[in-house]
């Protein structure tokens, strides 16, 4: 029979989140009656904007007639949306062929994760997305940096400390801490990554939960950053496609390779072997959703999630919990000082049956700590709101849940 890839050996059984089904599972075998309240894995609960439902349904017309109808389309995305993308986002910085359009965030990052293989060394934010550190051992990557993002440093990892690498994987605002990286910030690693040669991988998936102008939604705002970064992006967040599936990555045409090679015509090229293009139904629903109309709509939806965040950080804060994030990012980050991630989310599960997700699951800096999303049904945040309420922290030299 044919060998396993060895590099799989390396992942852990399971992907964070079907882990967390699998507790919530186990948990419902033994009280098969429990009302479970879902702040776990970060998925959008509200309807779409109907300017988007128009849009899919009419696509969907047209593709019913024989004059509308079309089969495959470009594997780099529709003109139209290439060039809204260009002007809603990057404002003349980025021209319409560096934008790619994909099927999701999720889905480029592993294939950025092809274009660069595995004999290279890469740094991720510890916590992080967890594709980042799974997928790079799939593709063989021994050489892994981890850079500790805590309370302690502001969520900023200590560049000074970090030995170089060929990749630097960075999130903000960030999954799952909710830190959003200010000016500064961005201007420090992307000065880092000139000095050291390094290409950043940008994942941009939560810029549009940025509230405080100050901060940059974009790598490319900061000055010389076209030259070392690629830019992930998706309409997950911004309009409630985690469903539709819609997104994109930036490759500008100044990203050279060591030798001076291209790096845009080399994703081209593996985007054009591996990739068919995006549905085109979810490229008119996200050319839809960036008009001025769906601008709005999707204003008022991140809105919307952000006040579920400010709910639950005051549920939270008032039972003497530290809270992180929540401000300019759907994910708030507690910390349960001396306790156990899955630990705390056991117990949390069995006082009050909200399910959250391990701070664990996203690296090792994030033991201690429980990550709550932001996206949700409003009636069952207040639920959750309800049910928090129910529980008090008793303060000792470790954190500890007790009834009221
Ligand atoms: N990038 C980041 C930082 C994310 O947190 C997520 C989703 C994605 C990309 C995926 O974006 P798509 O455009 O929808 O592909 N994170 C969620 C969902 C879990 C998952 O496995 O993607 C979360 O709960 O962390």
């Known amino acids: ?26 948990f419902l075998a033994k009280r098969p009656g429990a009302q479970i309240l ?17 849009a899919l349904a009419m696509a969907a017309k047209r593709l019913g007639s024989m004059e509308g109808y079309i089969g495959y389309g470009p594997e780099q995305g ?6 809204k993308i260009a002007s809603v986002f990057y404002d003349g910085r980025i021209a319409p062929e560096e934008i790619f359009i994909s099927d999701g965030a999720k889905c480029d990052i592993g294939r950025l994760q092809v274009l660069f293989g595995g004999d290279l060394s890469v740094a991720i934010q510890n916590p992080a997305y967890p594709v980042y550190i799974d997928g790079s051992l799939i593709q063989g990557i021994r ?3 981890m850079m500790c993002c805590s309370p302690e440093n502001g969520f900023f990892p200590d560049l000074h400390a970090l030995e170089r690498t060929d990749l630097i994987y960075f999130c903000s605002p960030n999954n799952p801490t909710g830190a959003a990286a200010s000016r500064s910030q961005l201007e420090a690693l992307v000065s880092f990554a000139r000095e050291n040669r390094s ?45 539709v599936r819609l997104g994109w990555t930036v490759v500008p045409e100044t990203l050279k390779y060591q030798d001076g090679a291209s790096i845009q015509s080399d994703w081209n090229r593996i985007y054009t072997t591996l990739f068919n293009g995006a549905s085109i139904l979810s490229q008119y629903g996200g050319l839809a959703a960036l008009e001025k109309n769906g601008l709005e709509e999707s204003e008022r939806l991140t809105h919307f999630y952000l006040e579920n965040a400010r709910l639950i950080k005051a549920a939270l804060q008032s039972l003497d919990i530290e809270v992180y994030g929540g401000d300019n990012a759907p994910y708030l980050w507690a910390h349960f000082p ?4 899955w630990d705390i989310f056991q117990e949390l599960l069995e006082k009050t049956e909200i399910v959250s997700t391990p701070g664990s699951g996203f690296g090792s800096a994030g033991e201690g700590f429980l990550r709550f999303t932001a996206f949700g049904k409003r009636d069952h945040i207040l639920s959750a709101i309800q049910r928090l309420r129910t529980i008090k922290s008793e303060k000792g030299s470790s954190f500890k849940f007790a009834m009221v």
């Open 38 to 54: 879902s702040l776990g894995i970060g998925d959008t609960t509200e309807p779409l904007s109907p300017l988007v439902v128009e």
């Open 78 to 83: 529709i003109e139209p949306l290439r060039k």
């Open 199 to 243: 290409l950043i991988l940008f994942d941009a998936a939560y810029a549009s939960y940025i509230r405080d102008s100050a901060l940059p939604k974009s790598i490319y705002e900061i000055p010389g950053a076209k030259e070392v970064a690629i830019e992930i992006n998706s309409f997950s967040k911004l309009a409630g496609f985690t469903g």
């Open 1 to 26: 029979m044919i060998k396993r890839n060895p590099n799989l050996n390396l992942l852990k059984t399971s992907y964070l989140f079907p882990e967390v089904t699998a507790r919530r599972k186990q």
């Open 338 to 341: 001396g306790r156990r991630s």
């Open 143 to 145: 050489n892994i940096h």
